[in-house]
């Protein structure tokens, strides 16, 4: 039985419970587009979606993420306004770190209480922010109050917290990015623009120190699980044209072989992720979960629905190999691949024409101003791959769950869309193009791959089924139609 079906649609986010959350906000302020209210993530998740228009300062947000892994000094020299960049972290103080500086066994002058951990136990689960820069942290802020004794061991608690991402690598794929063929070169080095790509796999290919089934079998059968159904490749080769240059080829089952060159970008950019993800951790020896990936557009020359399988890939990696994702993008397809997994948060960055400010999404209001930044129209939301029209959001929760039971790999917003269309409403709806005017909505034109769920209302399963069913059936199709065999939806669930 199920009760309150649908407060299970709606979870806070301060209701998930998730061992990859990082507390800490970050903030920036006066680092290229952003000034002295700055830029901020309130928190970090496993999936950090960075979502504005363009120069908005997206990828400010992703070199501050840069900074506090690799604390390179050229991120100092781009201030604004002739100062220079600022980065606060409000961290909540654990018990761990008061005991390391306040200690059990010591008692400072000015502190009446028994020992310094006896006073110092108060500050436990509150604000401490500090500036984080490239080789110090320095206290800023506490919100409690304390004695001047302990001024000094407060100070010293900054150099004690550990820093956000500390101790991962820093891993990047820039908006603009190519593979192309290229001359052979001993070094592997993984770059954000894709340069060295093609030396890379040419290498694991061809040296027999290099294990071949890592581009041969394992990135082939990753790049084909989210290239599938609209191709497969059965090979990946490297081959050294007539200038010396190795060029990568696939072939399909008929034997073709088809040049990297000679495709899109969008195989390019899944063929580059994958580079990052599969083969890099292997190359470098190191977890997946040691790297915090940062992918900017990946959207770019790829069709909403590869899109959608490409992010469903990566969610599917962070969620296994507990790893961190920063993604910056300008497609509405990522509110529906992420918009509703607890473990994504969307981030709106947003310029006045002076200045950048960042908002993290917690509302449908919200979203909305998404998408009114992004100029995406209604229509422009259903490019899911079919629609299935049910009656009202019960039957939504029903339907996910019975198709979750048989096909658990098929998600709603990535394979799929529920849409409702209200019980009576149906008179005035349409799946034949050819009968409709003014006062008939065309569904197909909505989207062609449409199934239709339609309760029956009757007492019994002999009921006369009512002219406007009929219709809809019959413009439909029986194969993308099911009438209720009892009154409504509900009847096929149990006692």
């Keep these: 039985m199920l009760i309150n079906p649908l407060l299970r649609l709606y979870k806070p986010l301060c209701a998930i419970k998730n061992r990859m959350i990082i507390q800490d906000k970050i903030r920036v302020k006066n680092y290229k587009c952003f000034g002295d209210i700055g830029g901020k993530f309130e928190q970090i998740l496993p999936i950090n979606i960075i979502i504005g228009k363009n120069n908005s300062g997206k990828s400010s947000l992703i070199d501050l993420i840069k900074y506090l892994i690799n604390k390179k000094s050229d991120f100092n020299l781009l201030g604004r306004y002739n100062k220079a960049p600022e980065v ?4 909540i103080l654990t018990d761990d770190e008061i005991s390391f500086i306040f200690r059990y066994n010591t008692r400072t002058s000015g502190i009446i209480e028994k020992s310094d951990y006896e ?30 004794a302990s001024k000094i061991m407060i100070n010293l608690l900054a150099g004690k917290i550990k820093s956000p991402f500390e101790g991962k690598t820093f891993c990047s794929i820039s908006a603009e990015r190519d593979i192309i063929p290229e001359k052979s070169d001993k070094k ?26 890592l581009i041969e079998q394992k990135l082939l059968n990753e790049l084909n699980t989210i290239i599938n159904p609209d191709i497969k490749f059965s090979r990946i080769l490297v081959q050294l044209n007539d200038r010396d240059y190795w060029e990568l080829y696939f072939e399909n089952s008929n034997k073709d072989s088809i040049a990297l060159s000679k495709m899109g970008s969008g195989i390019k950019t899944i063929l ?7 083969v890099r951790p292997d190359i470098e020896n190191k977890s997946p979960s040691s790297y915090v990936f940062a992918f900017e557009e990946l959207e770019n020359n790829l069709h909403p629905s590869l899109q959608r399988r490409l992010y469903n890939y990566i969610n599917n990696y962070s969620l296994k190999n507990s790893t961190y994702f920063f993604l910056t993008t300008h497609s509405n397809v990522v509110i529906d691949a992420f918009g509703s997994s607890e473990n994504t948060q969307l981030i709106h960055v947003l310029n006045d024409g002076e200045k950048s400010t960042t908002i993290t999404i917690s509302s449908y209001s919200e979203t909305k101003n998404i998408l009114n930044d992004l100029g995406i129209k209604a229509s422009d939301i259903l490019q899911s791959n079919g629609v299935i029209w049910v009656e009202g959001p019960s039957d939504r929760i029903y339907i996910n769950k019975w198709i979750n039971l048989l096909r658990p790999d098929l998600k709603e917003g990535l394979h799929y869309s529920i849409m409702f269309y209200g019980g009576r409403l149906l008179s005035n709806l349409s799946f034949d193009f050819e009968w409709f005017n003014n006062n008939v909505i065309p569904l197909l034109k909505i989207n062609k791959n449409a199934f239709v769920i339609i309760d029956r209302d009757g007492k019994s399963s002999t009921t006369e089924i009512n002219e406007t069913k009929k219709r809809i059936s ?13 009154r409504e939806i509900e009847n096929y669930l149990t006692d």
Excluded: A, M
Aim: hydrophobic share 30%; aromatic share 12%.
């Design 188 to 213: 592997i080095i993984f770059t954000p623009n894709g340069i060295g790509s093609t030396n890379i796999i040419q290498q694991i290919i061809n040296r027999t120190n290099r294990n071949s089934q």
């Design 88 to 91: 606060y972290i409000e961290h």
């Design 119 to 148: 006073y110092g136990k108060r500050f436990i689960g509150n604000k401490y922010t500090y500036n984080f820069r490239e080789n110090s942290k320095t206290f800023k802020s506490i919100d409690t109050e304390y004695v001047e």
């Design 474 to 486: 019959k413009e439909i199709g029986d194969n993308n139609s099911w009438i209720t065999k009892g």
């Design 272 to 278: 580059l992720v994958l580079l990052n993800l599969i």
